[in-house]
């Protein structure tokens, strides 16, 4: 069955994001910040309703959203995947001002734009990320990570 949506070499687009998560655990779990997968937050800007971030620490107050989305093959822009990050970065302005926010992207580099994904979505779209939210970008090859935002 012909999958064109599907991330090459991937068993599936939910066990490329599951992966992710686990990377990105693993990242922070080496920064000393221990996260859980599916952590429930009641969020609301006109009353209340649970919803489960990626990965969170109740404790320390942390909140995550993992995006492993890349440059399309062409070089152009996933618009669609991207309406994704919007909609996390609605859920971190409905979630708590008491929590950290992260944002935790896959770097992709983008030789036509000279940007990587991450560095594209903070330049376009300023004007949806609140102030509050970290974005976090981790290189695959290197094993690393750096504060874009």
């Known amino acids: 069955m012909d999958k064109p949506f ?10 490329v994001g599951r992966d992710f998560e686990t990377i990105a655990q693993q990242f922070f779990a080496k920064q000393g910040l221990h996260l859980k997968p599916g952590i429930a937050v009641q969020i609301g800007i006109n009353g209340l309703k649970s919803h489960n971030f990626d990965l969170g620490n109740e404790l320390e107050k942390v909140l995550v959203e993992c995006k492993a989305h890349t440059w399309t ?7 669609a995947k991207l309406t994704v990050w919007n909609e996390a970065m609605f859920f971190f302005h409905a979630a708590p001002s008491s929590y950290r926010k992260i944002l935790f992207v ?12 991450g560095e594209y979505y903070i330049r376009t779209n300023p004007h ?5 939210v970290e974005v976090w970008e981790f290189n695959e090859k290197q094993g690393t990570a750096i504060k874009l935002r």
């Open 73 to 79: 093959e062409g070089g152009n822009v996933p618009s």
């Open 106 to 117: 896959l770097r992709d580099f983008s030789q036509k734009r000279k940007e990587t994904l």
């Open 128 to 132: 949806l990320i609140p102030k509050d």
């Open 6 to 15: 599907q991330r090459k070499g991937a068993v599936s687009n939910t066990q």
